[in-house]
């Protein structure tokens, strides 16, 4: 699949960006915030940090939950992570959400994915 076809919708989409080079994150006209099961952002791209107004050099590494974006650490989106996690489960959830952290409310869908093999979770960010 070529990037131009990756797309917020895409199905098997944990996989198409696992196997994503930064560039072709960088290409996406979304956000993406992939972490670790410590959860900690290890893949940040360009939409999300123009978007965030949060550089790279400041998220990666971060916990996602409480350094990068605490208005997150909630039912709705980090208590999802965790179920799936302790479960061993799949995960790939799309829900309207309200970002309210360093910025005006403004109305997003976020699509909440984590594959039972994989080890890097993702927080994906479309605004409208």
Do not use: H, W
């Not at 989409?13 to 993406?32: P, T």
């Not at 479960?87 to 309210?100: F, G, P, Q, R």
């Not at 976020?110 to 994989?118: E, N």
């Amino acid at each position: 699949m070529t990037n131009a076809t990756i797309t917020f919708d895409s199905r098997g989409l944990a996989d198409l960006l696992d196997a994503s080079s930064q560039e072709q994150l960088d290409a996406l006209d979304f956000g993406v915030i992939g972490f670790d099961a410590d959860t900690n952002v290890q893949r940040y791209n360009a939409a999300e940090s123009q978007a965030a107004g949060l550089s790279p050099q400041r998220v990666i590494g971060e916990p996602l939950f409480t350094n990068v974006a605490p208005c997150l650490n909630n039912f709705m989106v980090a208590q999802r992570f965790e179920d799936a996690a302790v479960e061993a489960s799949e995960l790939d959830d799309t829900i309207d959400y309200v970002l309210t952290l360093r910025m005006r409310p403004i109305k997003v869908k976020l699509r909440l994915l984590a594959s039972a093999a994989g080890t890097t979770r993702y927080v994906l960010v479309q605004r409208r």
